[in-house]
């Protein structure tokens, strides 16, 4: 999976996925979407919080936990409930990963697409390499027995 995609490819994967989510609001009461980390993948004030910026996270769709629903051709923008808090939130086709009702009778996994970054002007300069001192003799080492106690 690998293999890069062409522009058509990219497009009917974001219009099945626009579909496939169309289906389950229309379907389901609740369900829920994976979303991985993308650059355009925005959550109003709180963004992605600790784990959330390696795996993703997991979104909410029902009656009671959207506002405001608007789907466009390469995102989705939603007002989602988090906690007491309404955030604006824009969910880009291409970081769409799983989708789900609530019961699990229906269970889609998708591709996701990872927008690759130019490496940034650090990553570019090559840092200098730091020697370590030479350290000869035994000096102060510390010999720690890992093993379980003995009777002496």
Do not use: C
């Not at 522009?7 to 579909?19: A, S, V």
């Not at 784990?51 to 029902?62: C, Q, T």
């Not at 824009?90 to 009778?105: G, S």
Request: aromatic share 12%; proline share 5%.
């Amino acid at each position: 999976m690998s293999e890069k995609l062409t522009e058509e490819e990219i497009t009917t994967l974001r219009e099945f996925k626009r579909d496939l989510f169309n289906l389950y609001w229309e379907r389901f009461g609740v369900f829920y979407i994976h979303v991985m980390p993308h650059p355009k993948l925005e959550i109003g004030k709180r963004g992605l919080l600790n784990a959330e910026k390696e795996s993703g996270i997991v979104l909410v769709f029902g009656d009671k936990a959207v506002k405001v629903l608007d789907s466009k051709p390469d995102y989705l923008f939603a007002e989602l409930q988090f906690g007491s808090a309404w955030e604006p939130t824009m969910i880009p086709w291409d970081a769409v990963f799983r989708i789900y009702d609530k019961f699990q009778n229906s269970a889609t996994q998708l591709r996701f697409l990872q927008v690759e970054a130019a490496p940034s002007v650090e990553e570019n300069v090559s840092k200098p390499k730091v020697t370590k001192p030479e350290v000869s003799g035994d000096g102060n080492v510390i010999r720690v027995d890992f093993g379980g106690k003995r009777n002496e």
